[in-house]
């Protein structure tokens, strides 16, 4: 068995395991070694507590609301979001807190909800424009039904998701 090691900005060794196997196929294991996991955090403030579980706001605002000059150019935008949170440590509603989500989280749903759709769209498009006779119009709808009933399966497993997709809050 012979490897292949790779080192990373961020202090992360990850080594290519080659395992030769009979007929000359090669099965590749991959490893990641002393890799720190990226967070993401966000501060917020309780607004309520049941159980284990702290409803929390955030201010989540652009680039261009935090600009000196936002009152001349009309363009600021701010949006107050609502996050349930498993809590860390007891909470009070009013407290500061930081929300912490896994990066791999964050990538994970950008996949679910933005990439796949997207992939599905295009799929649905160029598998009906080369298969049947039909107008630009009805396979652009087909489309759109297409990636609403890929949405509609994703609200039906939202427990699931739910329980993968899980917010920590702790004290800031």
Same mark, same amino acid.
């Given at each position: 068995m012979s490897f292949l090691q790779i080192k990373f900005a961020r202090a992360c060794t990850c080594k290519i395991f080659f395992v030769p196997l009979p007929s000359d196929c090669v099965r590749i294991r991959f490893y990641k070694e002393n890799c720190m996991e990226e967070d993401i955090r966000h501060s917020?403030?309780? =607004?309520?507590?049941?159980? =284990?579980?702290?409803?929390?706001?955030?201010l989540q605002t652009s680039a261009c609301?935090? +600009? $000196?000059? $936002?009152?001349? +150019?009309m363009s600021s935008e701010s949006q107050s979001k609502l996050i349930d949170a498993v809590m860390t440590e007891p909470m009070q509603p009013g407290d500061k807190v930081e929300v912490v989500v896994r990066e791999r989280l964050a990538w994970k749903a950008v996949l679910l909800g933005y990439i796949l759709p997207f992939l599905i769209m295009i799929a649905v498009i160029a598998l009906l424009d080369l298969l049947t006779p039909w107008?630009?119009?009805i396979v652009g709808s087909t489309s759109l039904c297409a990636i609403a009933a890929y949405y509609l399966i994703l609200r039906l497993f939202r427990n699931k =998701? *739910? $329980? *993968?997709?899980?917010?920590?809050?702790r004290k800031a």
């Open positions: 917020g403030v309780v =607004l309520s507590t049941d159980g =284990l579980m702290a409803r929390i706001e955030i609301a935090e +600009c $000196k000059a $936002k009152s001349m +150019c107008s630009e119009a =998701l *739910q $329980k *993968q997709f899980s917010f920590t809050a």
